[in-house]
């Protein structure tokens, strides 16, 4: 090569590099400008029964042009504005519609693409995961199985969506790529959590609804005749501030007017995992729960902690679904007083919501279920009735020098591991004697017992468990049987240790 070449050479290379340095906040701009290229998306956002917002982005500053339809792309969208990040618009359509779909910036054009308009009836299907950050063939796992476990319409997501959210590079990488193949046919619905940082390219990448609360910082949106509030944790949220008030505002229309309310937001008010305790949770407990309470709140879902866990308190339901594919986390390291099932696992969560009843069923990757559970109209499940030849249970007395505790399944035993925290940290150091063993038993529920005393896998369950009737609690959880989990009364004995 020539004198003259490569200083030809040497020229194009500085202006090359002088176009990626002018990119600037943090884009890089492609070295292969020339080609148009659609590199995230096209992914969707926002549903509603007449419309929908389509985005993806490109590596040059492009048109955007969404063509669309029932049975061919009998219509299109054009915004000639020239973008990176696309963002268009459709409306005007049918509710509980098939749509096929293609999005194109000049020369880059992407595949077909579907959605569905949201319904205007009470039964559909959703989807919620979370804390999907810093391992991509983690997140893409996950994603996986909830593709197999048809999605549904929309997805919730409960925030740490990526490790830093304040570097461009994260967000394809961890986020855009791994889930790509669900979010170009299923609405995702997001809420930030602590790893978003400023939350700039939180606000550039996604299309929250503004129209109940007038910003994308938080927000709510009606799907049939159920109620969804997403919440922003790092925006000011306790009492008088602008975001409780709108919660509040928010909830009492909503308990007039819908038929089920669900709340997502990052970091869970009840958790047994390394959170537990931090700030923001105690004022989550102290300034929204008495809301949820208070409104008829249903569900409220979070993440933060890498795991599942779900908990039960004053009839609203708590799950933890921070499993999407971050570094897991370990169960039972703090006392949760409402839980009634965790587990360390990557996993998503379905939601089928019906006329009369919402199911729930929590999935590992190969969509076993770790947990499924049931909300109606009525929280409180009933007392079983005895059945004909049933005689009715007498209760055993408490011995003297023991000391009575009473409670339901929820609030005193979620787990072995729970069972045994809870009575050494609060009760044991007060039990006569200073050396104490725990006994439980249903004092009317003797078929349960019968149960445990035929199944080998209920004794295995038991085997770690110091009363052999605890472990009764124990099996019906592993084996995502709720029917106790609102009632059925336990008896606990806590006496000196015999020998």
Same mark, same amino acid.
């Given at each position: 090569? @020539?004198?003259?070449?490569?200083?030809?050479?040497?020229?194009?290379?500085?202006?090359?590099?002088?176009?990626?340095?002018?990119?600037?906040? @943090?884009?890089?701009?492609?070295?292969? $400008?020339?080609?148009?290229?659609?590199?995230?998306?096209?992914?969707?956002?926002?549903?509603?029964?007449?419309?929908?917002?389509?985005? $993806?982005?490109?590596?040059?500053?492009?048109?955007?042009?969404?063509?669309?339809?029932?049975?061919?792309?009998?219509?299109?969208?054009?915004?000639?504005?020239?973008?990176?990040? +696309?963002?268009?618009?459709?409306?005007?359509?049918?509710?509980?519609?098939?749509?096929?779909?293609?999005?194109?910036?000049?020369?880059?054009?992407?595949?077909?693409?579907?959605?569905?308009?949201?319904?205007?009836?009470?039964?559909?299907?959703?989807?919620?995961?979370?804390?999907?950050?810093?391992?991509?063939?983690?997140?893409?796992?996950?994603?996986?199985?909830?593709?197999?476990?048809?999605?549904?319409?929309?997805?919730? +997501?409960?925030?740490?969506?990526?490790?830093?959210?304040?570097?461009?590079?994260? $967000?394809?990488?961890?986020?855009?790529?791994?889930?790509?193949?669900?979010?170009?046919?299923?609405?995702?619905?997001?809420?930030?959590?602590?790893?978003?940082?400023?939350?700039?390219?939180?606000?550039?990448?996604?299309?929250?609804?503004?129209?109940?609360?007038?910003?994308?910082?938080?927000?709510?949106?009606?799907?049939?005749?159920?109620?969804?509030?997403?919440?922003?944790?790092?925006?000011?949220?306790?009492?008088?501030?602008?975001?409780?008030?709108?919660?509040?505002?928010?909830?009492?229309?909503?308990?007039?007017?819908?038929?089920?309310?669900?709340?997502?937001?990052?970091?869970?008010?009840?958790?047994?995992?390394?959170?537990?305790?931090?700030?923001?949770?105690?004022?989550?407990?102290?300034?929204?729960?008495?809301?949820?309470?208070?409104?008829?709140?249903?569900?409220?879902?979070?993440?933060?902690?890498?795991?599942?866990?779900?908990?039960?308190?004053?009839?609203?339901?708590?799950?933890?679904?921070?499993?999407?594919?971050?570094?897991?986390?370990?169960?039972?390291?703090?006392?949760?007083?409402?839980?009634?099932?965790?587990?360390?696992?990557? +996993?998503?969560?379905?939601?089928?919501?019906?006329?009369?009843?919402?199911?729930?069923?929590?999935?590992?990757?190969?969509?076993?279920?770790?947990?499924?559970?049931?909300?109606?109209?009525?929280?409180?499940?009933?007392?079983?009735?005895?059945?004909?030849?049933?005689?009715?249970?007498?209760?055993?007395?408490?011995?003297? @020098?023991?000391?009575?505790?009473?409670?339901?399944?929820?609030?005193?035993?979620?787990?072995?591991?729970?069972?045994?925290?809870?009575?050494?940290?609060?009760?044991?150091?007060?039990?006569?004697?200073?050396?104490?063993?725990?006994?439980?038993?249903?004092?009317?529920?003797? $078929?349960?017992?019968?149960?445990?005393?035929?199944?080998?896998?209920?004794?295995?369950?038991?085997?770690?468990?110091?009363?052999?009737?605890?472990?009764?609690?124990?099996?019906?959880?592993?084996?995502?049987?709720?029917?106790?989990?609102?009632?059925?009364?336990?008896?606990?004995?806590?006496?000196?240790?015999?020998?």
């Amino acid at each position: 090569m @020539g004198t003259k070449s490569k200083a030809t050479l040497l020229v194009l290379l500085l202006w090359v590099s002088s176009l990626v340095a002018a990119a600037g906040d @943090g884009e890089p701009l492609a070295v292969e $400008w020339i080609r148009p290229r659609i590199i995230k998306g096209p992914y969707l956002q926002n549903v509603k029964d007449d419309g929908i917002t389509v985005m $993806w982005e490109t590596n040059l500053f492009l048109p955007s042009r969404v063509d669309y339809g029932v049975t061919s792309y009998e219509h299109s969208v054009v915004d000639t504005t020239a973008t990176r990040i +696309h963002e268009v618009r459709l409306s005007g359509l049918t509710p509980d519609t098939l749509y096929h779909y293609k999005v194109a910036s000049e020369d880059a054009v992407s595949a077909d693409s579907t959605f569905r308009t949201a319904t205007e009836g009470p039964v559909f299907s959703f989807l919620v995961y979370g804390d999907t950050r810093t391992f991509p063939e983690n997140h893409r796992a996950v994603i996986n199985a909830m593709i197999a476990n048809n999605p549904g319409t929309f997805v919730l +997501h409960t925030g740490d969506i990526v490790d830093d959210g304040e570097e461009y590079r994260n $967000w394809k990488r961890e986020f855009f790529d791994p889930a790509s193949d669900l979010l170009r046919n299923t609405t995702l619905f997001t809420t930030p959590g602590n790893h978003e940082g400023d939350q700039v390219w939180y606000y550039r990448f996604f299309d929250m609804p503004m129209e109940n609360s007038g910003t994308e910082s938080y927000y709510s949106f009606r799907y049939g005749d159920s109620h969804f509030i997403g919440l922003n944790q790092y925006d000011d949220f306790v009492a008088g501030s602008a975001q409780y008030s709108w919660i509040e505002s928010d909830l009492a229309a909503a308990e007039s007017s819908a038929r089920w309310i669900f709340v997502f937001f990052h970091q869970p008010p009840y958790t047994s995992g390394s959170h537990a305790g931090e700030s923001r949770a105690l004022d989550t407990q102290t300034h929204l729960v008495p809301l949820f309470e208070q409104y008829g709140v249903d569900l409220v879902f979070s993440g933060h902690d890498h795991l599942y866990e779900r908990s039960l308190k004053d009839c609203v339901s708590y799950i933890v679904a921070g499993g999407g594919g971050a570094p897991l986390s370990i169960p039972n390291q703090n006392y949760n007083p409402y839980q009634v099932y965790a587990e360390r696992v990557h +996993h998503h969560v379905k939601v089928d919501v019906l006329e009369d009843k919402v199911e729930v069923a929590a999935y590992r990757n190969d969509l076993s279920i770790l947990d499924e559970f049931e909300i109606s109209d009525i929280c409180a499940t009933p007392t079983p009735t005895a059945t004909p030849g049933d005689t009715t249970p007498t209760p055993t007395p408490t011995p003297e @020098g023991w000391v009575l505790l009473s409670g339901t399944y929820s609030s005193l035993l979620g787990g072995k591991d729970t069972l045994l925290r809870h009575f050494r940290d609060r009760y044991l150091k007060e039990a006569p004697g200073g050396e104490a063993s725990v006994r439980a038993f249903y004092a009317n529920l003797p $078929w349960l017992a019968e149960l445990a005393r035929r199944d080998p896998i209920a004794r295995q369950l038991g085997a770690a468990i110091l009363a052999p009737s605890t472990l009764i609690a124990e099996y019906m959880v592993q084996k995502g049987t709720n029917s106790i989990a609102n009632g059925g009364p336990l008896v606990f004995h806590i006496g000196p240790v015999t020998k």
